[in-house]
């Protein structure tokens, strides 16, 4: 069985900074692509960040120049560094994996990890 395992949300002050981990077992995604979304309450998951096997990467407009998204193959890793955090930024972010023959600006993953809040307070 494929677990995708979020940790490293929490509450942060407007300006901050948070770094998320997604550790993922059962299947290697060396050769796959790794992603983050999250969702609001009220909201839409939304898209946030992915990398694929090569270090390419694409983010949302509204995460450019805060947020990094990296992976270490090595230990079946994906994480994301948010820095100067907003109260907008306020969601249950996901982690996300899928195999290879994606396009990395399609937004459809087979795995799903269980969320991690994330509050920014004002």
């Known amino acids: 069985q494929v677990h995708l395992v979020e940790s490293g949300g929490g509450l942060v002050q407007a300006g901050g900074s948070l770094r998320l981990s997604c550790a993922a077992s059962g299947r290697t995604f060396s050769n796959g692509d790794m992603g983050w979304f999250r969702q609001a309450p009220g909201k839409e998951r939304e898209f946030v960040a992915v990398i694929n096997r090569i270090s390419i990467t694409n983010y949302a407009d509204s995460v450019k120049g805060r947020f990094t998204i990296s992976r270490d193959n090595a230990k079946n890793s994906v994480y994301l560094q948010m820095n100067s955090l907003k109260p907008e930024d306020t969601a249950v972010y996901y982690c996300?994996?899928?195999?290879?023959?994606?396009?990395?600006?399609?937004?459809?993953?087979?795995?799903w990890g269980q969320g991690t809040q994330v509050t920014v307070a004002s």
């Open positions: 996300a994996a899928r195999g290879t023959g994606w396009s990395i600006r399609s937004t459809r993953y087979e795995y």
